[in-house]
């Protein structure tokens, strides 16, 4: 396994989180609001987009890594984007980039199942 890589400077690690918690804020208070007025499961299972936002965002912070840059094998350390030149680093990028996606997706497939049963069980 390759070692994860760093590919955004410290200042895009800060803001990716502050707007996951944001987010998570937000789509949480629409939740609430859901299960009060009881929307129907699905619109309450429609909240998988605002939570796979949240997920990526908030493992981009936690990687120090934007996926975009890093599928395509390039890093901005606070410079401008760059290309990676070394052929390991950049494959290292893409597939820590693929982590992130997937563990993304696995988390917002999770965070929606916990929203609806906790809808429907109401």
């Known amino acids: ?4 890589v760093q590919n955004i400077p410290e200042s895009g690690v800060d803001e990716r989180m502050r707007q996951a918690v944001a987010g ?3 789509t949480l208070a629409v939740l609430v609001a859901f299960a009060a007025f ?3 499961i699905w619109l309450v299972a429609a909240l998988f987009v605002p939570f796979f936002g949240v997920s990526l965002l908030a493992l981009q912070s936690l990687y120090g890594m934007c996926v975009f ?3 395509r094998g390039m ?3 606070g410079e401008g984007a760059e290309k990676v030149a070394c052929t ?13 996606w ?3 997706f696995g988390g917002a497939v999770a965070m929606t199942g916990l929203a609806v049963a906790a809808i429907a069980i109401r």
């Not at 396994?1 to 994860?4: G, I, R, S």
């Not at 390991?88 to 992130?100: D, E, F, V, Y």
């Open 69 to 71: 840059m890093g599928s």
């Open 38 to 40: 009881h929307a129907p």
């Open 1 to 4: 396994m390759v070692n994860p």
């Open 88 to 100: 390991m680093t950049s494959c290292g990028l893409r597939a820590q980039s693929r982590r992130i």
């Open 75 to 77: 890093r901005d350390l």
């Open 102 to 104: 997937l563990t993304s």
């Open 24 to 26: 998570l804020g937000v």
